[in-house]
C-alpha cells in the first residue's frame, strides 16, 4: 500500500494486551491493518492434560488464564461430570455459581487496571485492585488457595464449605459493592476516560457475534447474548438477574457492560448462597476409570463464551481435550473489522486493546 509502513508492537509494551505480539500496517498516525503474533506463551496445557490421569488434569484446566481461572475451571468440571454420567448435588452446583461469578468480578476488577491504565488514570486502578484483593482472601479461607483453586472437580466440589459461610459471603458482596461504585464513578464519570472511549472501537453487538466474538464486546453493542441465559447451566435458570447491554457498541459501553455485569453477579451470589449449607452433601463419587463417551460443556466466562470438549476412550486419562477461547476473535476478526471501518490512531489502539479485554494465554494454551 502506497504511503504506508509497518510498526511491530509488543510483545513488550505497556500498550500491548499482555505477551502477545501484532504486525502494524500504518498511514501516518493512522492503524489500517493489524496481524496478531501469538506464541510467547505456549506451553501445550491441552496435550498435557491429554498425559495425565484423569484426577491430575484438574490443576492444569485453568491455569491458561490467570484473570478468570474459576470459570475454566468449573467449566472443565461439568464436562468430567459428563464424562463420568454423575450428577453433582444441588449445593455443589449452586457453590460452582459463586465461584465462577467472584472470579468474574475479580477478573472485571483486573480489567480496571488495563483500562484505566490505557488511559492515564491509576487511580481508580488502584481502588479496584482492594475489591480483588477481599475475593481472593475469601477464596484463600473457603478453598486454601488465592488464584487458583482447584475446588470445583467431577462430581461435585472439593470439600466442605467453612463454618460461617453464608454469612462472610453475604458481607463480603456488599463491601466489594461500595468499592465498585466507588471505582465506576472514578473511571466512567471522568471527562478524560469519556473523551478517549466515547465513539472509539465500535461494533454491533450482531456483528461481533458473526466474528466470532461473545461476552462483553457483544452484550456492549447491544445485544443480549449470554450462555448462562440462553443455554443455562448448573443452576442459572433458578435464579434472577439480568443481561446489561451497551447501546454505541464503543469503548465505553463495553467499559459500562463490565461494571454493570458486577452488580448481576453480586446478585446471583446473594441468591446461591441461600442454597449452600454445610453439612450437606456436597460431592458424589467418581471412579478412577471413566467409561467410553464425551462431555462437553458451555459456560460464561468473564470475556464471554467458553467451551470445553473432553473424549474418553476408557481408562485412566483422557484421549483429547479441546478448550475454544472467547479471545482469540477479539484479536483478530473483530479488531481488524474495527480498524477497516473506523480511523483508529497509533494513540486509540491500547484503549481498543483494554476495552476489548483479552486473556493472552488463552489463546496459547
Known sequence: MAGSYTVYFGPQHPGAPGNIGFKLELEGERVVKAELIPGFLHRGFEKMIENRKWENSYVLSYRFCVEDPDSLEVAYAEALDKVFRVEPPEKARYFRMIQAEFSRIASHMFWVHFMAGSTGLRTP?????????????????????????????????????????????????????????????????????????????????????????????????????????????????????????????????????????????????????????????YRVKVPLTAPPGRGYARVEAARGEYTVHVVSTGGRSPYRVRFKSPSLP????????????????????????????????????
Open 125 to 281: 486502578a488502584y481502588w479496584a485492585s482492594a475489591a480483588r484483593e477481599e475475593i481472593l482472601k475469601w477464596f484463600a479461607w473457603v478453598t486454601g488457595h488465592r488464584v487458583y483453586h482447584n475446588f470445583s472437580v467431577p462430581g461435585g466440589i472439593r470439600g466442605e464449605v467453612p463454618e460461617g459461610f453464608g454469612e462472610r459471603t453475604t458481607q463480603l458482596t456488599y463491601l466489594v459493592e461500595d468499592i465498585v461504585k466507588d471505582v465506576e464513578k472514578a473511571l466512567l464519570g471522568n471527562r478524560v476516560f469519556k473523551r478517549r472511549t466515547r465513539g472509539v472501537g465500535v461494533i454491533k453487538g450482531d456483528v461481533a457475534l458473526k466474528l466470532g466474538a461473545t461476552g462483553p464486546v457483544v452484550r456492549g453493542g447491544g445485544l443480549k447474548y449470554d450462555t448462562r441465559k440462553i443455554a443455562p447451566y448448573e443452576r442459572y435458570d433458578k435464579v434472577s438477574f439480568e443481561i446489561p447491554v451497551g447501546e454505541v457498541g464503543d469503548s465505553y459501553d463495553r467499559a459500562l457492560v463490565r461494571f454493570r455485569e458486577v452488580y448481576e453477579s453480586l446478585k446471583i451470589i446473594r441468591q446461591a448462597v441461600l442454597e449452600v449449607r454445610r453439612g450437606e452433601p
Open 330 to 365: 477479539l484479536l483478530t476478526t473483530v479488531l481488524n473489522y474495527i480498524l477497516e471501518n473506523e480511523e483508529v490512531t497509533i494513540a486509540d489502539l491500547p484503549v481498543i486493546f483494554a476495552s476489548l479485554d483479552p486473556c493472552a494465554p488463552d489463546i496459547d494454551r
